[in-house]
């Protein structure tokens, strides 16, 4: 219980930051309102108001806590009125939403990191590669991805590519480049005697790389891999926000055309706990086949 009481305490200070900010901020709107009407309104009328506003500046904690349960378990109907259904299975819920976000990232991810994970060993293994390909990969990561992201999918849909392949490809280009700077250093790892070892011993390049040189990046790989993750997750909904239909991506550009900012931040918190989990279950992973190796996670 010890080990969760300053995480309560931190949980704690931002609830009431959050609710202070959402007063403040929410306060000028309660004030207009009140002013266009000709009354009088003090801070004890301001603060219970601004915790229900319907279109707020910065939603209340509760607010987007009610929120993200309707959109996702809860009762809905069908955009506040017509046929009730279930939330987190309609057009509007987050289950849905998340799933399709997933897949993609899942995808891109799959196709970034074994990319990044081939071109490191090319790196490691030819001169040439080194000298030619490390600073392109460097140099494709100064453009940014909300710039790239409208042309890929242009160009693929002009060739009648749409749907899961153009967003699993934006979230691997976002993915691969961790993931080889990651694995180039793993690689990289094993001092001069364990090399020099294995000249003695007459051995391949490939009994090197299996034996010795692999073994040594894999602490080095899941590091590069949560942050791969995270960066696929993230060009995921990147790629979503121009392409519409369903995704996280696209739930936050629906809210923000209809000013729904607490549809936007239920979407946020979707976003940021489906995000976690990728990173814990590449986590989870990690542990356990660092244990299997006789290494320390």
Request: include cysteine; proline fraction near 5%; aromatic fraction near 8%.
């Amino acid at each position: 219980m010890k080990s969760f009481g300053p995480v309560l305490v931190v949980v704690g200070c931002i609830l009431a930051l959050w609710y202070g900010a959402a007063v403040l901020m929410n306060a000028q709107w309660e004030r207009d309102q009140a002013g266009r009407a000709g009354e009088a309104i003090g801070w004890a009328q301001i603060v219970p108001k601004t915790m229900a506003q319907e279109r707020p500046v910065l939603p209340a904690p509760h607010q987007v806590a009610a929120e993200f349960w309707a959109l996702t378990w809860g009762e809905e109907v069908g955009g506040r009125r017509g046929i009730v259904q279930s939330g987190s299975l309609s057009n509007r819920g987050l289950v849905l939403h998340a799933w399709v976000t997933f897949s993609a990232t899942m995808l891109g991810f799959a196709i970034g990191s074994g990319f990044g994970i081939l071109l490191a060993v090319g790196i490691v293994h030819n001169r040439a590669m080194d000298a030619s390909v490390m600073p392109w990969a460097i140099a494709s990561q100064t453009i940014p991805i909300v710039a790239i992201a409208p042309m890929i999918i242009v160009v693929l849909n002009s060739v009648g590519v749409a749907g899961l392949i153009p967003k699993a490809i934006i979230a691997a280009y976002l993915s691969f480049f961790p993931v080889v700077v990651g694995m180039v250093k793993g690689l990289r790892s094993p001092d001069g005697m364990q090399l020099d070892l294995l000249r003695t011993y007459n051995a391949s390049a490939a009994q090197g790389l299996w034996n010795l040189r692999l073994p040594a990046s894999m602490p080095y790989l899941f590091a590069s891999l949560k942050v791969g993750v995270a960066a696929s997750f993230v060009g995921t909904i990147v790629a979503e926000l121009p392409l519409g239909g369903a995704g996280l991506g696209t739930r936050l550009l629906a809210g923000s055309y209809y000013g729904q900012t607490i549809q936007i931040w239920a979407t946020l918190v979707m976003a940021s706990l489906l995000a976690a989990g990728l990173v814990a279950v590449v986590g989870s992973i990690q542990s356990r086949v660092l244990a299997r190796m006789g290494m320390g996670a």
